[in-house]
């Protein structure tokens, strides 16, 4: 009997172990700075001066309120990770949902002033709060979230309508005031009547029905009952012998988008919290996306997706410019790697000729800036090397630690030996053939010492992309507005030989 019992049991406890259930870990004793960039942060946003509750430095163990979640799989969050940030014990977020209003409050509740200052001065309790400064690049930041609570359904349109924020304060892109926002809205709400839109909340995203403790604010103001799109019911029906895989909570949303507009290089103060109201019971939590907060990238200049060929007698020009037109100027900080070494296989230079060293600073703009990579006549290029250039650019002067990342690949290798087959004839030196411009864009203008009888471009796997007879013409025109961007070699079968030369085209 005692065998069958534990052949039972070890079922159970494989059944329990297959179940898509969220599970969560505290955060308490973590630095809220480390926490908040190791977790939440992604690209393109750079973050400081964080806290929670108001205190900087490590997380409180009287606030157990804060920690990251793991989804294991369970579909209906559709995130796989994160930060949890709830009114009670982080762990009351963790599946099966077993209870139908869970609550594990904490001891020293912390009362927000920011959500006492919107109208929430009565009955709030538990609040935990993230705070931090952060500025972007560009125009924009986002992140994702789910709101759950143990308050669905059955204080749907009541009093206990526990709140949660996003509050984002900053310089308003249209008039440069300073404003304070909140970016925790219903898409698709924003009109006259809601300049801002609507806010998610228990009484606006639900399950469209009334629930059954309605009474305690009847009637209801700013109530609504058709957002159910952005909701899950996950409702456990008391005393039910079946838990629901998943999440504790009752309810939760779909996966939302907190989005706002903002000016880059302009420090912004983020403002997340969830408090209960009227009660400390029936916890409710926001799931925040890992590594979600995000501002679009900002690309400095030119990233290359295949790798270019330098040979050995031709320099190469390298166009550097910004794509970000709201900025002037870049200040770039380069550094080599790869096999070649600087000094002794190449040489990269400015405009004017100047040597650029290894981790030393440039400045672009945004007007392409023509940088040459040069390699040295006594390079022992028999055996190809790379090259690889690593950008690091800070666009905001007053924030040099925002940098974004760029990099470029390069193959130094001896000289080509004429494509194809030259049927005998000499070639000429590449400097004999003049292709202007280079850079080119649409058209270039081949000037060559002889009467051309036919030219073709390679690329730089040395296949023939381009063919014309020239009718014995010594300059010709030809449009490579076709080819794609990369690095080319022009050759030209002339009456004394061939004579080729290498083509930037952008």
Known sequence: MKKALSIVAVMALALGAAAQNVTTTVATGQNIGT??????????????NAKFNGLAGNIRAQWPQVGTFQANGYGTLAMDNGIVLTTGNVSVAEGPNNDGGMSLGVM?????????????????????????????????????YCFGSEEYNEYVYSTYNDVFMFLLTG?????????????????????????????????????????????????????????????????????????????????????????????????????????????????????LEGHSLTSPEVQIGLSRSTTDTVRHSTPLTVPLSMSATQFDQATVKVRFGGEAISGIDYFFLAEDGTVINNAESITVTNAPTYFTIQPLANANL????????????????????????????????EDIQSPGDNDGIDVVSETHLSVYPNPATNRITLTAPDAVQYVSIFDVDGREVYSVAAAGTTSLSIDVSRLPKGVYTVQANTAAGICSNQIVIR
């Open 382 to 413: 028999s055996t190809p090397k790379t090259l690889d250039l690593y950008f690091a650019s800070s666009l905001c002067p007053e924030f040099p630690d925002l940098l974004i990342y760029d990099t470029m690949h390069f193959i130094l290798a």
């Open 171 to 287: 310089p308003d892109p249209a008039t440069g005031e300073v404003v304070t926002r909140n970016i925790a809205m219903i898409p698709g709400t924003v009109d006259s009547t809601h300049p801002e839109g609507i806010p998610v909340a228990i009484n606006t995203v639900n399950n469209g029905g009334t629930g059954s403790n309605y009474m305690y604010n009847f009637p209801c103001t700013g109530c609504y009952n058709s957002y159910t799109t952005y909701f899950n019911d996950n409702e456990y029906t008391w005393g039910a012998s079946t838990p629901i895989d998943g999440v504790q909570y009752d309810g939760l949303t779909t996966k939302l988008t907190a989005s706002g507009s903002i000016v880059p290089c302009q420090q912004y103060h983020m403002h997340i919290t969830v408090c209960n109201v009227s009660d400390n019971s029936f916890d409710s939590g926001v799931f």
């Open 108 to 144: 020293n509740m912390y009362q927000d002033p920011e959500i006492s200052s919107r109208g929430y001065n009565i009955g709030t309790s538990a609040c935990a709060t993230i705070d931090f400064d952060f500025v972007c690049l560009s125009n924009s930041v986002a992140f994702t």
């Open 35 to 48: 926490f908040i960039n190791n977790e939440f942060v992604g690209s393109g946003v750079y973050v400081f």
